[in-house]
């Protein structure tokens, strides 16, 4: 059975840092492609990073660009996402995804809350 555990959320003050985690169980993570969402309060779900399964390559939602950094160990079977300069606007619960098809993972989420 695949499982997905994220970890890292938190409360954190604007201009602050979180680095997120998500470990994958259950599969060979390597043939994952990876990807972070993120579901703010009255919004649509929204893709935020996410990455292919050798590292080499990644897509970012255009206001993380910059401020945030996807990454994997596949040694660790974990995925990361490195959030810096959070914005109020970043607050919301973050979803880990694991997909390779025709399967599809989904973590239970980390909520991050960014405030004053």
């Known amino acids: 059975q695949v499982q997905l555990v994220e970890s890292g959320g938190g409360l954190v003050q604007p201009g602050g840092s979180l680095r997120l985690s998500c470990v994958l169980s259950?599969?060979?993570?390597?043939?994952?492609?990876m990807t972070w969402y993120r579901r703010a309060p009255g919004k649509e779900r929204e893709l935020v990073a996410g990455?292919?399964?050798?590292?080499?390559?990644?897509v970012y939602l255009d206001s993380a660009k910059g401020r945030f950094t996807i990454s994997r160990d596949n040694a660790r079977n974990t995925v990361y996402l490195q959030m810096n300069s959070l914005i109020p606007e970043d607050t919301a619960v973050y979803y880990c995804?694991?997909?390779?098809?025709?399967?599809?993972?989904w973590g239970q989420g980390t909520q991050v809350t960014v405030s004053s």
């Open positions: 990455i292919f399964t050798d590292g080499g390559a990644s």
């Open positions: 995804n694991a997909w390779k098809s025709p399967n599809e993972y």
């Open positions: 259950g599969a060979t993570f390597s043939q994952f492609q």
